[in-house]
């Protein structure tokens, strides 16, 4: 062991000369050509009138600062890797004197976390998955808010989350749970002890950019926010030419967005991930022309029935919402979700949809809006183009009639609704040729469970429209059956109708549903005895709409329909009282009746009675049958996703391509929160060897910021792309003539870990007309 010392006089402490003792007690070991006199290049400097320290540099040496006011008690104030980088300390303002050492100890397992952070180098960050965002680095920190200047930067790929670090490492975190952690890091108020983030380095590495993210499960006060971001600049090592931003979470996007003003006053620069998204994001090729109105995606509803948008229009938004309208077309100012429904329900109308990218593009969207245009998104190489043509005084009204009208949506291939002679039957044995009964959804089951009957719900029936037929002939107090009832409302309105009459009308058709409308005691006493004889019992069932206008081969319909959970303890309990005997935290009984008819109301909701109404379909011959199967709650659901699997037999070789967008927990990837950015993954191979296929992370989600996969990389990807393998096998089995086609299939991650399919649809593929010549 040896030390060495030296005193400093240092000015301008508060405006008085201090005598500060800089003691620089160096833990020596025996190394070759190694002596203590390095000690004595640790330097100080002044910033805007408080000290800054740094060293030289130490390899493989963990260095310890700590400071005292009196020489008697020292403290340690930062901890850093192999060389102390100009570390400003804030607090030594409110001292007349302030002591300083620094100790050298040779670096362990355990120092796998820094009080400072180097953006340009690599220590600490995760490694990048794949290109685009997947190629950002992450690395986490912590700040314990009585050492608000202190900032625990941890190895992230070490420990890729915020609460086993925590554990590990800091001080009063060894015994703590999760739920305890989490209240004291992610809400606001007295009880939080804790603020947690991400610093994100830009994914090309030409660009020197890092992004800071606070993470809360609330919105934080926006001056503390920036205390915190101000802390963790002072932290960053920054050559010359860095720029840093701050990009909120989803929780804290709408305060940061209120504060921008203060938060600019601050130094603080507020932006999103988009700004490293180098290029267009095409979700559905295709063409519209039409007027270009933008609406902010909260406001699309509220627009629309007031008139502002029209459902003939092309729509440009911030966010894109969870449910939209089926209108001409859409343009997108924020990256959306590759594989929701309503990219799935373009695709199959071949509806332009895409993210628009860059200042520049969205300078010329913004200059058209108001204006008729025709919009053409492209898709060519892996690249999305996007062409906005003005069409202002260049079309005559003939030509302009003749360009609308070859885009209005064909008649659609629908199979009519027939008797099965049953109110339900079981689903393994079905296949499409059962949708006239029960439906696509339900129909297209039968594949899954006859391929992977481990890795689907089960048990699993289905309702069939016989029962469907039968609730709609029960006659209301009025004395019209309740079908005739849902004629006299609708059966008038022809496509585009008045959006706010066309509400009225739907909705007063739903109350008659879920409050007016029941079933008789023999229908009640039909599926009582089929939910029992099917198995159910003792947790919640889900009834999921299957409608014979979706998951057809020509139609898709993803997103229009809804389904419901409801307890079958709860209607054999002999009383009308809650709480559930499912769900104690339930204060009704939500039993499945009242699932049942709530799933019936959907039939009728807007953009479902807007889409076949488009169509010109013929109400009479469809309906809603119901898939029922155990319902999985969300504290189970540990990932959930969509898949596109397509497959390309010409030529005597299978070539199979997958793109799988995954997203944690329940949050939903089908209609997502445009805030939460899902995961995506690509991959492909040949014949039925999906061992050779190449996983690729393309972009990761915004809810694992450390930019690991949402599932086990690599084995769950794989357990689930054998499993796509598997069913779309026997879905070539069924049609052996199919050469070229799609599939659209819906995964859940469930505790303790165990991948699933849950749906299965053919993704229509329209014939493209090739757009308009504008003269």
Same mark, same amino acid.
């Not at 609330?218 to 090592?237: G, K, N, S, T």
């Given at each position: 062991?040896c030390?060495?010392?030296?005193?400093?006089?240092?000015?301008?402490?508060?405006?008085?000369t201090?005598?500060?003792?800089?003691?620089?007690?160096f833990?020596c070991?025996?190394?070759s050509?190694a002596?203590?006199?390095r000690?004595?290049?640790?330097?100080?400097?002044?910033?805007?009138?408080?000290?800054?320290?740094?060293?030289?540099?130490?390899?493989?040496?963990?260095?310890?600062?700590?400071?005292?006011?009196?020489?008697?008690?020292?403290?340690?104030?930062?901890?850093?890797?192999?060389?102390?980088?100009?570390?400003?300390?804030?607090?030594?303002?409110?001292?007349?004197?302030?002591?300083?050492?620094?100790?050298?100890?040779a670096?362990?397992?355990?120092?796998?976390?820094?009080?400072?952070?180097?953006?340009?180098?690599?220590?600490?960050?995760?490694?990048?998955?794949?290109?685009?965002?997947?190629?950002?680095?992450?690395?986490?920190?912590?700040?314990l808010?009585?050492?608000?200047?202190?900032?625990?930067?941890?190895?992230?790929?070490?420990?890729?989350?915020?609460?086993?670090?925590?554990?590990?490492?800091?001080?009063?975190?060894?015994?703590?749970s999760?739920?305890?952690?989490?209240?004291?890091?992610?809400?606001?108020?007295?009880?939080?002890?804790?603020?947690?983030?991400?610093?994100?380095?830009?994914?090309?590495?030409?660009?020197?950019?890092?992004?800071?993210?606070?993470?809360?499960a609330?919105?934080?006060?926006?001056?503390?926010?920036?205390?915190?971001?101000?802390?963790?600049?002072?932290?960053?090592?920054l050559?010359?030419?860095?720029?840093?931003?701050?990009?909120?979470?989803?929780?804290?996007?709408?305060?940061?967005?209120?504060?921008?003003?203060?938060?600019?006053?601050?130094?603080?620069?507020?932006?999103?991930?988009?700004?490293?998204?180098?290029g267009?994001?095409?979700?559905?090729?295709?063409?519209?022309?039409?007027?270009?109105?933008?609406?902010?995606?909260?406001?699309?509803?509220?627009?629309?029935?007031?008139?502002?948008?029209?459902?003939?229009?092309?729509?440009?938004?911030?966010?894109?919402?969870?449910?939209?309208p089926?209108?001409?077309?859409?343009?997108?100012?924020?990256?959306?979700?590759?594989?929701?429904?309503?990219?799935l329900?373009?695709?199959s109308?071949a509806?332009?949809?895409a993210?628009?990218s860059?200042?520049?593009?969205?300078?010329?969207?913004?200059?058209l809006?108001?204006?008729?245009?025709?919009?053409?998104?492209?898709?060519?190489?892996?690249?999305?183009?996007?062409?906005?043509?003005?069409?202002?005084?260049?079309?005559?009204?003939?030509?302009?009639?003749?360009?609308?009208?070859?885009?209005?949506?064909?008649?659609?291939?629908?199979?009519?609704?027939?008797?099965?002679?049953?109110?339900?039957?079981?689903?393994?044995?079905?296949?499409?040729?059962?949708?006239?009964?029960v439906?696509?959804?339900?129909?297209?089951?039968?594949?899954?469970?006859?391929?992977?009957?481990?890795?689907?719900?089960?048990?699993?029936?289905?309702?069939?429209?016989?029962?469907?037929?039968?609730?709609?002939?029960?006659?209301?107090?009025g004395?019209?059956?309740?079908?005739?009832?849902i004629?006299?409302?609708?059966?008038?309105?022809?496509?585009?109708?008045?959006?706010?009459?066309?509400?009225?009308?739907?909705?007063?058709?739903?109350?008659?549903?879920?409050?007016?409308?029941?079933?008789d005691?023999?229908?009640r006493?039909?599926?009582?005895?089929?939910?029992?004889?099917?198995?159910?019992?003792?947790?919640?069932?889900?009834?999921?709409?299957?409608?014979?206008?979706?998951?057809?081969?020509?139609?898709?319909?993803?997103?229009?329909?809804?389904?419901?959970s409801?307890?079958?303890?709860?209607?054999?309990?002999?009383?009308?009282?809650?709480?559930?005997?499912c769900?104690?935290?339930?204060?009704?009984?939500?039993?499945?009746?009242?699932?049942?008819?709530?799933?019936?109301?959907?039939?009728?909701?807007?953009n479902?009675?807007?889409e076949?109404?488009?169509?010109?379909?013929?109400?009479?011959?469809?309906?809603?049958?119901?898939?029922?199967?155990?319902?999985?709650?969300?504290?189970?659901?540990?990932?959930?996703?969509?898949?596109?699997?397509?497959?390309?037999?010409?030529?005597?070789?299978?070539?199979?391509?997958?793109?799988?967008?995954?997203?944690?927990?329940?949050?939903?990837?089908?209609?997502?929160?445009?805030?939460?950015?899902?995961? =995506? *993954? +690509?991959? /492909? #191979?040949?014949g039925?060897?999906? @061992?050779?296929? !190449?996983?690729? &992370?393309?972009?990761?989600?915004?809810?694992?910021?450390?930019?690991?996969?949402?599932?086990?990389?690599?084995?769950?990807y794989?357990?689930?792309?054998?499993?796509?393998d =598997? *069913? +779309?096998? /026997? #879905?070539?089995?069924?049609?052996? @003539?199919?050469? !070229?086609?799609? &599939?659209?299939?819906?995964?859940?991650?469930?505790?303790p870990?165990?991948?699933?399919?849950?749906?299965?649809?053919?993704?229509?593929?329209?014939?493209?007309v090739?757009?308009p010549?504008?003269?």
């Open positions: 062991m030390s060495r010392q030296m005193e400093m006089t240092i000015h301008g402490l508060r405006g008085h201090g005598r500060v003792l800089l003691i620089l007690g833990s070991v025996a190394l050509g002596g203590s006199g000690a004595e290049n640790m330097a100080i400097a002044w910033q805007n009138g408080v000290p800054s320290l740094a060293s030289e540099d130490w390899p493989g040496y963990r260095l310890v600062l700590e400071q005292s006011d009196s020489l008697a008690n020292w403290e340690e104030t930062a901890r850093v890797r192999s060389r102390l980088r100009p570390y400003v300390d804030v607090a030594a303002s409110h001292h007349a004197a302030r002591f300083y050492r620094l100790a050298a100890t670096l362990q397992s355990s120092d796998d976390w820094s009080n400072q952070l180097i953006p340009s180098g690599g220590e600490l960050f995760t490694p990048g998955f794949g290109s685009g965002l997947a190629a950002i680095r992450f690395a986490k920190f912590s700040i808010l009585d050492q608000p200047d202190r900032i625990y930067f941890q190895d992230s790929a070490k420990w890729p989350y915020h609460y086993h670090f925590a554990v590990a490492r800091l001080p009063g975190y060894a015994e703590m999760v739920l305890e952690y989490d209240a004291q890091a992610l809400f606001p108020g007295v009880n939080q002890h804790m603020a947690i983030g991400t610093v994100m380095r830009a994914p090309d590495p030409q660009v020197r950019e890092v992004g800071i993210e606070i993470v809360g609330e919105p934080f006060p926006i001056e503390q926010v920036a205390d915190w971001i101000e802390a963790v600049q002072r932290r960053l090592v050559e010359d030419g860095w720029r840093t931003f701050y990009i909120p979470s989803a929780e804290q996007r709408a305060a940061a967005e209120a504060g921008a003003t203060f938060l600019a006053a601050r130094g603080i620069a507020l932006d999103s991930l988009s700004r490293w998204v180098s267009n994001a095409g979700y559905s090729p295709g063409w519209a022309f039409g007027k270009l109105v933008f609406v902010p995606g909260a406001e699309v509803s509220d627009a629309l029935g007031a008139g502002r948008l029209n459902l003939m229009d092309i729509l440009v938004t911030d966010y894109v919402p969870a449910e939209l089926v209108l001409a077309g859409y343009l997108a100012l924020e990256p959306a979700t590759p594989n929701s429904h309503l990219a329900l373009a695709r109308l509806l332009p949809f993210y628009a860059g200042a520049g593009l969205q300078a010329e969207i913004a200059s809006y108001g204006k008729e245009v025709l919009l053409v998104v492209e898709e060519t190489n892996g690249e999305c183009r996007i062409t906005l043509t003005d069409t202002t005084g260049l079309l005559t009204p003939e030509r302009r009639q003749e360009i609308l009208d070859s885009k209005k949506g064909g008649t659609l291939d629908i199979t009519p609704k027939a008797a099965a002679g049953t109110n339900s039957l079981p689903v393994d044995p079905l296949t499409p040729a059962s949708i006239c009964y439906g696509g959804k339900a129909a297209n089951f039968g594949f899954l469970r006859r391929s992977l009957p481990d890795d689907t719900p089960t048990p699993v029936i289905a309702f069939t429209f016989d029962l469907w037929d039968a609730y709609l002939a029960q006659t209301l107090p004395g019209k059956t309740l079908g005739a009832e004629d006299s409302r609708l059966g008038s309105y022809t496509y585009p109708p008045d959006v706010n009459s066309l509400r009225t009308n739907l909705a007063a058709i739903q109350i008659l549903f879920t409050d007016v409308a029941d079933f005691a023999g229908q006493a039909d599926i009582l005895a089929a939910l029992q004889a099917a198995g159910f019992g003792g947790r919640k069932i889900r009834f999921r709409s299957s409608t014979n206008v979706e998951d057809a081969e020509s139609f898709s319909g993803a997103g229009l329909y809804d389904s419901y409801g307890c079958l303890e709860d209607d054999l309990d002999g009383d009308n009282s809650g709480p559930s005997l769900d104690p935290a339930e204060p009704k009984e939500r039993g499945v009746f009242r699932a049942i008819r709530k799933v019936y109301a959907g039939f009728f909701n807007e479902a009675f807007l076949r109404l488009r169509h010109g379909v013929d109400e009479s011959i469809v309906g809603m049958a119901i898939l029922v199967h155990y319902s999985a709650p969300d504290p189970d659901e540990m990932a959930n996703g969509v898949a596109l699997l397509a497959i390309d037999k010409t030529g005597g070789v299978r070539r199979a391509s997958a793109k799988i967008v995954t997203q944690l927990g329940a949050e939903s990837v089908t209609n997502p929160d445009p805030s939460k950015r899902p995961e =995506t *993954v +690509t991959t /492909a #191979y040949t039925t060897n999906t @061992a050779e296929a !190449v996983l690729t &992370l393309v972009e990761t989600s915004s809810l694992t910021t450390n930019g690991a996969p949402v599932m086990p990389w690599e084995d769950d794989r357990i689930l792309l054998d499993q796509l =598997t *069913v +779309t096998h /026997a #879905y070539e089995d069924y049609y052996p @003539a199919k050469s !070229v086609f799609e &599939l659209d299939f819906e995964f859940k991650r469930l505790v870990g165990d991948v699933g399919l849950k749906q299965i649809r053919a993704v229509p593929h329209p014939v493209p090739p757009p010549e504008i003269p």
